[in-house]
């Protein structure tokens, strides 16, 4: 059967194939009582996998191979957090079939509107609304981050949207370069340096520095790329570093990562303060090359287990080969999304697909960086996989986007 879906070349049957034996495996490890609507809702998002990446390969002529990267991710995450605990791994499903929506929903709705490199400012105006709306509303609940929005029972991110404006913002700004006189020019190289830094500088109020990174990243690489103001990329670098030392200074949630991350083997941190990053690194030892087995591990001596350090998990369990497989995965969709860029003449577009490359890879290495204890955790998702509804929302916006710019948008600019 391999050999034939070989031949045939159709990665959506293998990608079936792959998640046919997980849910097997899943049910397996479980082998209490498995309730049919569990079931019927597991071989449902399966289906939906499959049809959605059937659809588009005949709505989209542009890369069909990032849909089943991603999908492959989801399903992995699905598992383990199901496995950790089912009634999160239920709640991760419907997220999941909503982020499925949105892509399809941001797919559509982008190839309908032109020129939506012309909001800058709208874009700018909307990421400032939503810090307002946190700042006012917001609450703590990531280590000291007021990040958070509640309503009952419902919580939600909002500088997950806002990571999708500032990609908008970065694009339309550095593409309307083509469209312009270059009259101010001398103060216009600096417009967007101070717009990104004053939305840092909003960050920085609710603590949430991760998020900064991020958009940090992205503006700094598309400047590195499209900026000819050596002098401004100059001060960028400048500002990084200064802000870096005074997240330092100001906020002892900081202090407190830096410090387990140099030395967490102290015995007044081992069980406490430095307990995350130790459990961490003892489970991906335990797991070795193949990992102890799918429910043979002991997740629940993880904390947060299914959310920030869920890669440390999936080495216990699965193995260091199934973590491998999981960069290796990430760096595929990071090299489809330079492809996409390379091959994309509409420069709006262009940026786009820069930028969503850059959001994915800077987030896989923040979380994957910091369970592993090679930089300072920073309580950043691994896309696709960490449980969390407002970055699976994110992630599928993205992703929608990236699609979007894979294909030919030459009668956008015509």
């Given at each position: 059967m391999l050999d034939f879906l070989l031949k045939k070349r159709r990665p959506r049957d293998l990608l079936l194939l792959f998640e046919l034996l997980a849910i097997l495996l899943l049910f397996f490890f479980n082998n209490t009582h498995v309730d049919k609507?569990?079931?019927?809702?597991?071989?449902?998002?399966?289906?939906?996998?499959?049809?959605?990446?059937?659809i588009l390969g005949r709505v989209s002529s542009g890369d069909n191979y990032i849909f089943l990267i991603v999908s492959m991710l989801l399903t992995i995450g699905i598992i383990v957090i199901y496995r950790i605990n089912?009634?999160?791994?239920?709640?991760?499903?419907?997220?999941?079939l909503l982020g499925i929506s949105l892509f399809y929903i941001t797919y559509f709705a982008m190839r309908a509107f032109r020129r939506l490199e012309k909001y800058t400012v709208l874009y700018f105006l909307g990421s400032v609304f939503l810090f307002l709306a946190t700042a006012i509303f917001g609450t703590d609940k990531d280590m000291g981050a007021k990040n958070w929005i509640v309503i009952g029972n419902f919580s939600m991110q909002p500088s997950e949207i806002t990571k999708i404006l500032v990609i908008f913002l970065v694009a339309s700004y550095y593409s309307s370069f083509q469209y312009t006189s270059s009259i101010n020019k001398k103060y216009k190289d600096y417009n967007l340096l101070l717009a990104i830094y004053f939305l840092?500088?909003?960050?920085?109020k609710q603590k949430d520095l991760g998020t900064a990174a991020i958009f940090l990243a992205i503006f700094t690489g598309i400047q590195f790329i499209y900026d000819d103001n050596y002098k401004g990329i100059l001060i960028n670098l400048g500002l990084i570093l200064v802000g870096a030392f005074l997240g330092y200074k100001l906020f002892s949630h900081v202090r407190v990562r830096v410090d387990i991350w140099l030395d967490p083997w102290k015995q007044d941190r081992v069980y406490n303060i430095g307990s995350q990053i130790v459990q961490s690194l003892f489970a991906i030892g335990e797991g070795g090359f193949f990992g102890t087995g799918l429910g043979l591990g002991y997740p629940n001596l993880v904390p947060v287990?299914?959310?920030?350090l869920i890669f440390s998990i999936i080495c216990e369990e699965m193995g260091?080969?199934?973590g491998i497989g999981i960069i290796m995965l990430f760096m595929l969709l990071t090299y489809r999304a330079i492809k996409i860029a390379m091959g994309q003449e509409y420069k709006f577009y262009r940026i786009l697909a820069i930028a969503v490359g850059i959001l994915f890879t800077v987030q896989a290495f923040l979380n994957i960086g910091g369970v592993t204890k090679f930089i300072p955790m920073t309580g950043i998702t691994l896309p696709f996989i960490s449980y969390g509804g407002s970055s699976m929302i994110s992630s599928f916006?993205?992703?929608?986007?990236?699609?979007?710019?894979?294909e030919d948008m030459s009668y956008k600019y015509e």
């Open positions: 609507y569990i079931a019927i809702l597991f071989l449902g998002l399966i289906l939906i996998i499959y049809i959605s990446n059937f089912p009634n999160l791994g239920i709640l991760q499903l419907v997220w999941s840092v500088a909003l960050l920085f287990g299914y959310s920030d260091i080969f199934v916006i993205a992703l929608g986007i990236l699609q979007v710019t894979s």
